[in-house]
């Protein structure tokens, strides 16, 4: 098939305008797929592929070949920024066939909304927050709004792959098209999906359609790569050693660092001068930190601030200038972000992408480096890997510098293996089920059990929940007022549970802390969790602030710049981490290999860690003695994996091996004193995880572990049934447990 002349007239006219000389391999595979099959798309390729324009030049084709009779196309994004980005460009390319392009988000004009209703057509973006208000507030005008809806794209589809959110927006797909009686094909578009059958598999739940993966033929990957290691204070990891094995600096300092400037942030000052440049941190408060830090350097060296920030508790014109200042090609500013700019937003000609410390996640590596490299240069990423000297007595978990042997893993997997991490599929959502149950039964009003059962528990996300488990939650949510039962025994919002679900928040299901807006005279700056005594001072906007006046009936505080340092707080947690990644970090403490990225204080500080895995017996034996009956483990788990095994050493062998203190840095180490040999341990380990027990004896007696937002209004045993069986990766904490023992009889033959 000659693609280009199957596209209608308006995309063949779009293309030349815009000067193409040749359709790209992921259009030619897409248009093939769309054009050809009635199956669902997944289309994987890398970042700046094309594949936007990829999935809508087909579709465009076949609406304007014949015109929907409601809205023909829904967009879901998970960020509004990327709708926003997305509505110019398909606004433009959409503008000579006159089909209609809505954004529909909190952000987006009422009139524009008004008018999609009165008359639906076209394409309609919005995020999964807005369609489940969509969902509950103009439930009557489904039918019309998609009742002809033929494609459903779902950008950046990866972020919704891991979480509750991923599976309410599937949740909400599902719900949709039943009330509206379509059955639109879904096209997924990602640079970074791990195990695509799975992720297709997924993507295509309760469609009733199967899911197209086309193989789609990528040049060569071309990357310009990175990492130097950082001690925040005194001699650096080189310093009187001998070196020749590593990469040089990849372009020449543009700028000096104050004196007393952190050697990691002054790094990061002295090669942004003159560039466009995005610095990514892995949470919000380093972001605030990192941002007030690179100001002062501007301010000491009396030249103008050439730094900007965006995370997601900024308010919406700070995001909005960052995200301007980023998509002019001549801004020489750089821009301090967290993973809100991690996704698909264009953002232009960006020179390099730093990263502080290493992500959690390949794919969150793949997405950043993935924001640069556009228009035919290579892709830049500089890691900067900081961290205090270890204390002079510090003992081996302390010696190690895992940042530094994270990020390495993290690039070796994907260049070794392409290994992305795949889909969290086998898990029990009853926050989701609690938040589903309501939204139903809000949207759709009174409603028999049976009938609320048949239209929630058969949605796809669902599947490894029971009957009797539904039973369990229904009975709870009527006893405590979240649901009310009427005279003929149906079921309708209770008076508690309308307090929950006419908030606003409700429809996100993504925990949110309780927030203050920060206003200074009459901006607002962002918002902020635990607000100070006045006087005090907060951090936001990449500058410091001294509390005027805090309305905490209004959750507003009020404030005036002041100059200073101080550390920001937003309740960031850290992100999980796949078993393996933990895996390849032994894997990089073990080789001799050198990497051709590292630079020359990167490379020393490796060498130091490797001489010190290979003294202490790391290499050898996950269980270090450190003196005493003191030890260290070290069991190369995952986050889900590694919290089992804290668990299953505390409840299911502490009294046997005499445990105590135990203490751990997740998901890399615990530190313990034990009454009984190293032997002893792994015996004892090994019998306890050969044992069929139940993992709900993982959970301490009167532990109630609310992990997800709406845990706190589940029934406290599905609560612990859900942590146990759905969080606690159990299996992969025995297998790990029952490979130790070897061990026994080489520790016997050591002592």
């Known amino acids: 098939m000659n693609v280009f002349t199957r596209y209608a007239p308006f995309i063949q006219d779009y293309i ?179 195990n695509p059958e799975e992720a297709g598999r997924f993507l295509g739940a309760g469609s009733g359609r199967r899911t197209l993966i086309p193989r789609i033929e990528g040049g060569r990957e071309v990357w310009r790569l990175s990492m130097e290691h950082f001690f925040n204070s005194g001699p650096q990891a080189d310093e009187g050693r001998q070196l020749i094995d590593a990469a040089p600096v990849l372009e020449e300092a543009s700028d000096t660092a104050p004196k007393a400037a952190d050697p990691g942030i002054g790094y990061i000052f002295e090669h942004t001068r003159g560039k466009k440049c995005l610095i990514f941190t892995n949470s919000r408060e380093e972001c605030e930190a990192l941002c007030q830090s690179l100001r002062q350097y501007c301010e000491a060296n009396h030249e103008p601030d050439r730094f900007l920030i965006h995370h997601g508790n900024l308010s919406v014109s700070y995001r909005e200038s960052a995200e301007a200042e980023m998509k002019d090609d001549d801004s020489l500013l750089s821009v301090c972000a967290t993973a809100t700019l991690e996704l698909g937003i264009d953002i232009g000609r960006l020179e390099r992408a730093f990263q502080v410390d290493a992500p959690f996640t390949v794919s969150g590596f793949l997405q950043r480096m993935g924001r640069t490299g556009r228009r035919g240069d290579p892709c830049e990423m500089w890691f900067v890997m900081r961290e205090d000297h270890p204390e002079p007595r510090a003992m081996l978990p302390q010696l190690i510098p895992w940042y530094l042997i994270q990020g390495i893993a993290l690039v070796q997997l994907y260049i070794e293996e392409r290994f992305v991490e795949p889909p969290r599929t086998q898990r029990l959502p009853y926050s989701l089920l609690y938040h589903q149950t309501m939204s139903t039964l809000a949207s759709c009003g009174e409603m028999t059990p049976a009938e609320l059962a048949t239209r929630v528990l058969t949605l796809s996300s669902f599947h490894l929940i029971t009957q009797e488990d539904y039973r369990i939650l229904l009975r709870h949510l009527i006893k405590i007022g979240h649901i009310d039962q009427s005279e003929n025994g149906g079921l309708i919002v209770g008076l508690e549970g309308e307090r929950i679900v006419n908030n606003y928040k409700f429809y996100a299901v993504f925990q949110e802390n309780v927030e203050y807006a920060v206003r200074a005279g009459a901006e607002e700056l962002g918002t902020i969790v635990k607000p100070p005594p006045i006087g005090d001072k907060i951090a936001i906007a990449g500058r410091v602030w001294i509390v005027e006046e805090v309305d905490h009936r209004r959750r507003e505080v009020f404030c005036t710049l002041v100059k200073g340092n101080i550390p920001a707080y937003f309740g960031d947690v850290a992100g999980d981490i796949h078993t393996r990644i933990l895996e390849r970090m032994y894997g990089v403490l073990d080789e001799q290999k050198s990497y051709p990225y590292l630079m020359r204080h990167a490379v020393c500080r490796l060498q130091e860690a490797r001489e010190s895995f290979a003294k202490s017996g790391m290499r050898d034996h996950p269980l270090v003695h450190l003196g005493g009956n003191m030890w260290a483990l070290f069991p190369w788990l995952g986050s889900y994996a590694f919290l089992a095994l804290e668990r299953f050493l ?93 061990h026994v009889q080489t520790d016997q033959a050591g002592g």
């Open 16 to 194: 030349y305008q815009s000067g193409w000389q040749a359709l790209r391999s992921v259009q030619n595979a897409a248009a093939e797929a769309i054009f050809n099959t009635d199956d669902n798309v997944l289309l994987t390729a890398s970042t700046a592929s094309g594949k936007t324009e990829a999935a809508f030049f087909p579709i465009l084709t076949l609406l304007d070949e014949d015109p929907p009779h409601s809205v023909g196309v829904l967009y879901i994004a998970p960020l509004k920024a990327l709708i926003n980005d997305q509505f110019g460009r398909l606004s433009e390319l959409c503008e000579e066939a006159g089909i209609q392009v809505t954004r529909w988000h909190g952000d987006a004009a009422q009139s524009q909304k008004r008018r999609l209703l009165r008359k639906p057509s076209g394409i309609l973006q919005i995020t999964p927050e807005s369609l489940e208000s969509l969902m509950i507030n103009k439930h009557m005008e489904i039918p019309s709004l998609f009742g002809d809806l033929r494609f459903i794209v779902i950008d950046e589809v990866h972020s919704l792959l891991r979480g509750d959110r991923g599976m309410q927006t599937f949740c909400l797909i599902e719900r949709m098209c039943r009330l509206a009686d379509c059955r639109p094909r879904r096209i997924g578009l990602s640079a970074t999906i791990g």
């Open 650 to 742: 505390k409840i299911r062998c502490g009294k046997r091996l005499g445990l105590k203190g135990l203490d751990s840095l997740r998901p890399y180490h615990l530190q313990f004193t034990m009454k009984v040999s190293a032997a002893d341990f792994y015996r004892i380990t090994a019998e306890e995880a050969e044992k069929d027990f139940d993992p709900l004896e993982l959970v301490y007696p009167n532990e109630v572990p609310n992990f997800e937002k709406y845990d706190e209004y589940v029934p406290v045993e599905l609560v612990r049934k859900g942590f146990a069986l759905g969080v606690l990766d159990v299996e992969g904490m025995k297998q790990r447990v029952r490979s130790w023992s070897g």
